[in-house]
């Protein structure tokens, strides 16, 4: 596929996603939905971390609503039926690790793509805004199912409803994302957060995601059981093998992912 609104590129096993329409503070339209699903789909086959992020000073202002020839036909429930859950499935199945870097203001769909990475970092002058509700909607794309899971119902409902600005330090007082960090250090500080999880035990990692997912859902049982399968599947690995040999010297481990 040919991007042209987003840009992508992968070094050191590290591949990076830059939502690129600045001008329009990369809001999300059907081109950018299609290439986003796409280069995250690509990105899990070869990479080994994923970082999800925007060019210009906003992340994502959410839907394009500006687009007029596209907002006369626009039909909102096949809209996220057909192109949003493809790609925000596209991103929590992945896998690789996922990283959001936040680089400034993530609003409505914006807010819950940043969301739904498995890590998302933001830059200290971010914010998050659930706006559905300014113009007569609801929390979408994933939002209804992160926002109480991450934050707790009072929380989540309080969002949703007033359509507030959530900054990078209460999202991370809140467990909203997992840190912020000063401006002038964001762009240096995610890039070696992905570059560690470029280097780590790629197996594990798929497992973890998988185990965390699940335990919503499963028993205390059946987590047990859970892990114990993943485990025995980590306990195959070259890295496993890799982790306990470095432990022993007493040198750092070189994981090849596998």
Partial sequence: MQYEAITYEVVDGVAVVSLNRPDLMNALNTQMRAEITHAVTEAGKTARVVVITGNGKAFCSGQDLGDRSAMASFDVERTLRDEYEPMLKAIVDCPVPTISAVNGPAAGAGANLALVADVVIASESAYFVQAFTRIGLIPDAGGTWAL?????????????????????????????????????????????????????????????????????????????????????????TRDFMEGVMAFVQKRPAEFEGR
């Fill in 148 to 236: 109480p899971r991450q934050i707790g119902l009072a929380k989540a409902m309080g969002a949703a409803l007033f359509a507030d600005k959530i900054t990078a330090e209460q999202a991370d007082k809140w467990g909203l994302i997992w840190e912020y960090v000063a401006d002038d250090e964001f762009a240096e500080h995610w890039k070696a957060r992905a570059a560690h999880l470029a280097k780590g035990p790629t197996a594990a990692y798929t497992r973890v995601k998988q185990a965390m997912r699940e335990s919503f859902g499963n028993t205390l049982d059946e987590q047990l059981a859970l892990e114990a399968k993943l485990q025995g599947e980590c306990g195959k």
